[in-house]
Nanobody, 111 residues
Framework: QVQLVESGGGLVQPGGSLRLSCAAS????????VDWYRQAPGKQREWVAR???????KYEDSVKGRFTISRDNAKNTVYLQMNGLKPEDAAVYYC?????WGHGALVTVSS
């Protein structure tokens, strides 16, 4: 059974940084593509970033140059480093692999 646990969310001022973590059990991240999605209140869930099994990365246009997705194979954990956070980045962030989803990490961006 695949379990994904996100952590690292919190309250940050505009321009600040957070690093989200997604730890997995029951699956080996390095064998699969892993995605981050986010959902803001009243909005649809949207894709944010992907890291493939080969380590290639891809980003949604609004986060390019600010967010970095990475993977630690030894820890079986995927990260989302978020810099230059904006109020519009506030959302619940989810990691997903195959058809499994975590419960999400809340990111609040406010002064």
């Amino acid at each position: 059974q695949v379990q994904l646990v996100e952590s690292g969310g919190g309250l940050v001022q505009p321009g600040g940084s957070l690093r989200l973590s997604c730890a997995a059990s029951g699956i080996i991240f390095s064998f699969n593509a892993v995605d981050w999605y986010r959902q803001a209140p009243g909005k649809q869930r949207e894709w944010v970033a992907r890291i493939t099994s080969a380590g290639n990365t891809k980003y949604e246009d609004s986060v390019k140059g600010r967010f970095t997705i990475s993977r630690d194979n030894a820890k079986n954990t995927v990260y989302l480093q978020m810099n230059g956070l904006k109020p519009e980045d506030a959302a619940v962030y989810y990691c997903t692999v195959l058809d499994s989803w975590g419960h999400g990490a809340l990111v609040t961006v406010s002064s």
